[in-house]
């Protein structure tokens, strides 16, 4: 089994080198926040809007499944599943591997440098997969804006931005931050995912402090009320992006 090395300090992460090569994405937000904070709330409310969005999380669940024989190494086979459900047959069968992310949570959250391990496996892959879809979505966007056609962003969802190195391995035009309380961070992942008091916190704490998100993003909306609430600061946000632009 590999070992984890020890030999850097604690918080420093070797990251492939792709990083130092990030090209400015001119129409890209990123929007980001701590977990249990309304991103994926947001999220929704801008794909319903018309906005395309390029999804981190759904880019490293796709990451985790093809270096599945490596995690396992690395980790043991706990964070597997045991079967995966057939739709068709409704029964379940014997498949090719597949990470049980809860169980690789379980373990990454409760020891640093064990995170720090498979984040310096997974997030070259994930930077290299965002920037390959948010390029793309840069050339549709440079002819939208040349026709004069509406739509002059897309959304980037990174929960991790900062934490990663922020617009140095992003380079986004701009940082959005979703802030919300500890408080309330908690009770929503108590409810959400079913973790214990102790889960919870290890994975709130695993995050840069909403305080330091805040200072470090260009623009910051707070979810500490309702839905409505957070639907109209948005609105007022993507509404503030276009007098700007016709500025």
């Not at 079913?194 to 995050?207: F, G, K």
Request: glycine content about 4%; proline content about 3%.
């Amino acid at each position: 089994m590999p070992k984890i090395d020890d030999s850097s300090s604690k918080d420093e992460i070797v990251y492939d080198s792709l990083f130092l090569d990030s090209p400015f994405l001119p129409h890209a937000i990123v929007l980001t926040g701590g977990i249990a904070s309304g991103k994926s709330t947001c999220i929704k409310i801008l794909q319903e809007w018309g906005f395309s969005v390029v999804c981190a999380d759904s880019i490293a669940h796709q990451v985790l499944e093809e270096n599945a024989d490596k995690l396992v190494e690395i980790f043991g086979e706990k964070i597997l599943l045991d079967f995966v459900f057939d739709m068709k047959s409704k029964n379940p069968q014997k498949s090719q591997p597949k990470i049980n992310r809860k169980e690789l949570g379980k373990i990454i959250f409760a020891d640093d440098k064990k995170r720090k391990l498979l984040e310096s496996i997974t997030h070259p892959q994930i930077h290299a997969q965002i920037y390959a879809k948010a390029q793309e979505l840069e050339k549709t966007l440079s002819q939208k804006s040349q026709n004069n056609e509406q739509k002059k962003y897309y959304f980037l969802d990174i929960p991790l931005f900062f934490e990663g190195g922020g617009k140095a391995r992003y380079n986004a035009r701009f940082s959005l931050s979703i802030i919300t309380t500890k408080a309330l961070q908690l009770e929503r992942i108590l409810r959400r995912d079913l973790l214990s008091l102790e889960q919870a916190q290890q994975r709130i704490n695993s995050q840069m402090p909403s305080v330091e998100k805040m200072q470090k993003s260009d623009f910051v909306l707070f979810n500490n009320t309702t839905l409505e609430e957070l639907e109209s600061s948005l609105k007022d946000f993507i509404e503030m992006l276009e007098l700007c632009e016709k500025r």
